[in-house]
């Protein structure tokens, strides 16, 4: 429900006119998805009936009769959206790779430090175990 404070403001405010090419241009950019009838609604101060009004007389897409698939997101916001997504994986990435050398480090110091080697050498061949399983293996 409106406030005594914004109904004043309506009335106190004077009409608009919004030239037909001005009106015109806010259709396209609805209709090629780059802004919603409620973001114009708010930037303008128009209400969204009127915003409809525009769309129904100057949009072949939003004529009355004729039905269209709406998009509930513009392909900008999506573009944005999954750059925002990117730059918080490039982050979290970035942390871990801080992390990874971190334990890398800690694990060089303690095997200069102790002389016990944490890390597998490439070249060498496993360790055998206990032993040959031959003599443990029942039937030979």
């Known amino acids: ?34 802004t ?38 513009s392909d900008t916001r999506k573009i944005k959206a999954l750059q925002d997504q990117i730059k918080e994986l490039e982050q979290l990435v970035g942390q871990k790779q801080i992390k990874l050398e971190f334990y890398e480090k800690m694990m060089d110091l303690a095997e200069q430090e102790y002389g016990i080697p944490f890390k597998k050498k490439r070249g060498l061949t496993p360790s055998s175990g206990t032993g040959t399983t031959e003599n443990n293996t029942p039937g030979k």
């Open 36 to 73: 919603t009838v409620r973001e114009v609604s708010k930037e303008y101060e128009v209400s969204t009936t009127a915003v409809y009004k525009w769309l129904y007389r100057y949009s072949k897409l939003y004529q009355r009769e004729h039905k269209q698939v709406v998009e509930p997101m």
């Open 1 to 34: 429900m409106a406030t005594l404070e914004e109904f004043r403001d309506r009335k106190s405010r004077q009409n608009r006119y919004f030239s037909e090419s001005f009106r015109i241009k806010k259709v396209r950019e609805i209709e090629r998805n780059l």
